[in-house]
């Protein structure tokens, strides 16, 4: 398929870049990550192709202008982008498309459901058939960007609509995946509603509408031979799903068979989770064998679906660009380290040490100054993301005069604020800058960097963090354990799985129970997929 589409060139976004740059208009430093933008509106044309589509993973319903992230990605990741995805996907995401149009915000089908649903009717419209999950905003970016990716295939597997509850700023950072609709649930109307939509804060653990209650309190009844059922006349009209870390027993049996064929009957599911679930759905015998020929290459689940769902809105992708052009593009390899840490007695000192042992451990940069007089293909540019400067200082005291590409840092927040939208668009541009990265260090347990290496299809080597809530930062941290680990694969961990076997009635070892589960290196509990390791697991 080839078309031609106005487009960016590169040479014009190093021009912009440099422009910006010497005017110093838009931050403290050349390092910082501008914070407006602007478009000239004279690219030249390219000439899209199957590449820009991502071998067919994204539609080609959208318009360029509206969001050239979406047709640039490819451009800027060509390197890493070998996995395919596989036919059966790609119909599966045409068809969820078609029902997004179909029974998405303002059209009939919706404004019925969303009429029953605040008259407490639980059925599914027998014409229509549409059904919805609605997706709770909460935490930071890169939970929420890993909860979002989940939901989506959640709803991918039960021929739900996705209705994302994005917060204030979620069409600030995010063009919409889905063509001719939106997938931002609309604010309930009317102020005197009594909509459970306007409540979606206000569930929590334990709350009467969620799937652990319902079984606790007899609205679900499980017979002798494991058969689910309601005690009610009917389903109920929502039921919300508690899946977020410290879930109690009754909430986890959401990924049991039989419960899943039992929430097929509710009309609106809600869910509420900062996870990466995707290895429970696996889990799951509803949709093991789905999601099976969904992704052959079961390390490639979030690379497909960040990559499919996620475009950074043209004025974040614009910083993105330009802050690549300044200071990353044309060197040979860019190593990206992403530092983050949880454990505030812990002294920078002995993070920072641990990122210089596995720099030099594992040779990913050199340590005598890099081969000489500007020859590019060896040459190496570092990129920190860090919420502080002073790992940035001293790694570029480090290294700075060594490398020729430099070490760079785009900014600096702090500490991390929840749901501010200037703060998001900076970490959700580092994110996508990490990704571009042709080796990424990353700091264990943080979703960041997870978000990082899915988009970019890269196994990180993951620096193992000191426990939070230990009184001591050296609780838990086995001094002879190597400075970082390589993570099995590219996907993110699911920090907490449900161990529960629901056929078996037990806990079971979730390291044994497929080829393609493991544990991850960064979160002991916690469990990834990876390749079918040769039988040997
Ligand atoms: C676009 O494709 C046309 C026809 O295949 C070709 O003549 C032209 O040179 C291409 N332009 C670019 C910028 O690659
Ligand atoms: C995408 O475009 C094709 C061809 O114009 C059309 O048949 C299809 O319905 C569109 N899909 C959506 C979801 O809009
Ligand atoms: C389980 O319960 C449902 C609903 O009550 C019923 O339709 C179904 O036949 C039952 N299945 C078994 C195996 O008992
Ligand atoms: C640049 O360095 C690479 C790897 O060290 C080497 O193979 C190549 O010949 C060098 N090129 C030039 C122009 O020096
Ligand atoms: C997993 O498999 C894919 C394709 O089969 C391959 O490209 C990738 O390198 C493998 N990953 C690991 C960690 O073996």
Redesign the pocket.
């Known amino acids: 398929m080839r078309r031609t589409l106005p487009a960016v060139c590169v040479v014009a976004a190093v021009t912009a870049a440099a422009v910006v740059l010497t005017t110093g208009g838009w931050g403290s430093s050349p390092n910082e990550m501008p914070t407006s933008s602007f478009f000239d509106g004279s690219d030249p044309p390219l000439n899209i192709t199957d590449e820009h589509f991502l071998d067919g993973l994204l539609t080609a319903n959208f318009s360029y202008m509206s969001c050239r992230s979406r047709y640039e990605f490819a451009v800027y990741h060509h390197k890493h982008s070998s996995h395919k995805p596989s036919p059966y996907l790609i119909a599966k995401l045409r068809k969820q498309e078609a029902l997004q149009k179909r029974c998405g915000p303002g059209t009939a089908a919706h404004k019925k459901a969303v009429r029953r649903l605040d008259s407490g009717e639980g059925v599914v419209d027998n014409e229509d058939g549409c059904r919805y999950l609605v997706y709770i905003s909460y935490r930071g970016l890169g939970n929420r960007m890993l909860a979002i990716a989940s939901a989506f295939l959640y709803a991918v597997l039960t021929e739900r609509v996705l209705l994302v509850d994005g917060g204030k700023d979620a069409d600030a950072l995010f063009c919409e995946p889905f063509p001719g609709t939106t997938w931002l649930l609309p604010r309930p109307g009317g102020w005197f509603s009594n909509s459970p939509l306007r409540r979606l804060q206000g569930y929590e653990g334990g709350s009467k509408e969620s799937l652990g209650n319902m079984l606790q309190s007899g609205v679900i009844t499980v017979s002798t031979d494991g058969n689910v059922s309601w005690s009610t006349p009917r389903p109920p009209p929502y039921l919300y799903l508690h899946l977020s870390g410290a879930y109690g027993f009754h909430d986890k049996l959401f990924f049991c068979g039989a419960h899943q064929r039992l929430l097929g009957e509710v009309p609106w599911l809600f869910m509420w989770t900062d996870n990466y679930i995707v290895p429970g759905l696996f889990l799951t015998p509803a949709f093991s064998g789905e999601l099976e020929a969904m992704f052959p290459e079961k390390e490639a689940v979030f690379y497909h679906l960040g990559r499919y769902l996620f475009h950074p809105t043209n004025r974040v992708w614009h910083a993105i660009k330009s802050y690549y052009h300044a200071n990353l593009a044309g060197v ?1 390899q860019r190593v990206g380290v992403q530092i983050r840490v949880f454990q505030k007695k812990q002294p920078p000192r002995s993070v920072l040490d641990q990122l210089l042992s596995c720099l030099r451990d594992e040779k990913l940069l050199p340590e005598t100054t890099d ?1 000489a ?1 500007g ?1 590019s ?2 040459s190496r540019a570092v990129l920190v993301t860090s919420l502080s400067s002073w790992y940035y200082d001293r790694i570029r005291d480090e290294y700075g005069g060594r490398i020729a590409g430099g070490v760079h840092q785009p900014s600096h927040e702090g500490r991390q604020r929840w749901r501010d939208a200037a703060h998001d668009m900076r970490a959700l541009s580092e994110m996508y800058l990490l990704s571009m990265c042709d080796v990424l260090v990353t700091s264990g347990y943080s979703t960041f960097g997870y978000v990082a290496q899915g988009l970019a299809g890269l196994r990180p080597w993951v620096m193992p963090r000191a426990p939070m809530w230990a009184a001591d930062w050296r609780e838990g941290l086995d001094p002879g354990d190597p400075p970082c680990r390589r993570a099995v694969s590219v996907e993110p961990c699911f920090h907490a799985p449900s161990a529960y076997d629901c056929a078996a009635a037990r806990d079971v070892d979730l390291d044994k129970v497929s080829p393609y589960i493991s544990r991850c290196v960064d979160v002991k509990y916690g469990i990834k997929l990876v390749n079918e390791s040769n039988g040997q697991w």
């Open positions: 040979g081969a007089g020859n293909t060896s």
